[in-house]
Antibody, heavy 118, light 112 residues
């Protein structure tokens, strides 16, 4: 079955750029699914960041749109997230997830904690 | 954005007793295809969210039949027929009708 695994630096300096990658295994990123990023600040709820299709089409949360860039690497079966101009408010566990055709997110990766601190 | 509101935010339950969580949306989640784009998740302590119910009332693969979902339009309910210790965690609803997808605040279920 499809599995997702996030990776990237766990510590980013304020005003820097957060960069994460999600590797898809057990399935193709070129399937008829969108692929999403969701984040969760420590002890808080879930926030949808955006989604990307294998063609490169994207939808971003307007609250983050000016700072977010998503991309796909079909040769590596992975997709990526970049979030620029980060502050402490961007400290969170970042999850990647597949978007099903019913617009539910499943499965999710295990998540990776990114801390913004100098 | 569609605002999702859950209640209660905290839910202490005795094992073997039923439990119910409400989720309301600021606009109808009924798609033109006749399905409600409302999904339920459980995030167990230290884990990623796991899909329980999709399209309002369909159980995801491997989910216990103790879990059921109902509702339409703007009002939805997740019911657990008999709560077990393994059900502890935070339950979230998610609307997938339109982007940005939005989650409810979460309901923390604990065992009395």
């Amino acid at each position: 079955q499809v599995q997702l695994q996030e990776s990237g630096p766990g510590l980013v300096k304020p005003s820097g750029t957060l960069s994460l990658t999600c590797v898809v295994s057990g399935g193709s990123i070129s399937s008829s699914n969108w692929w999403s990023w969701v984040r969760q600040p420590p002890g808080k709820g879930l926030e949808w960041i955006g989604e990307i299709y294998h063609s490169g089409s994207t939808n971003y949360n307007p609250s983050l749109k000016s700072r977010v860039t998503m991309s796909v690497d079909k040769s590596k079966n992975q997709f990526s997230l970049k979030l620029s101009s980060v502050t402490a408010a961007d400290t969170a566990v970042y999850y990647c997830a597949r978007v099903l055709t019913v617009q539910a997110l499943d499965p999710w990766g295990q998540g990776t904690l990114v801390t913004v601190s100098s | 954005d569609i605002v999702m509101t859950q209640s209660p935010l905290s839910l202490p339950v005795t094992p073997g007793e039923p439990a119910s969580i409400s989720c309301r949306s600021s606009q109808s989640l009924l798609h033109s295809n006749g399905y409600n784009c409302l999904h339920w998740y459980l995030q167990k302590p230290g884990q990623s969210p796991q899909l329980l119910i999709y399209l309002g009332s369909s159980r995801a693969s491997g989910v216990s039949d103790r879990f059921s979902g109902s509702g339409s339009g703007t009002d939805f309910t997740l019911q657990i027929s008999r709560v077990e210790a393994e059900d502890v965690g935070v339950y979230y609803c998610l609307q997938g009708l339109q982007t940005p997808y939005t989650f409810g605040q979460g309901t923390k279920l604990e065992i009395k």
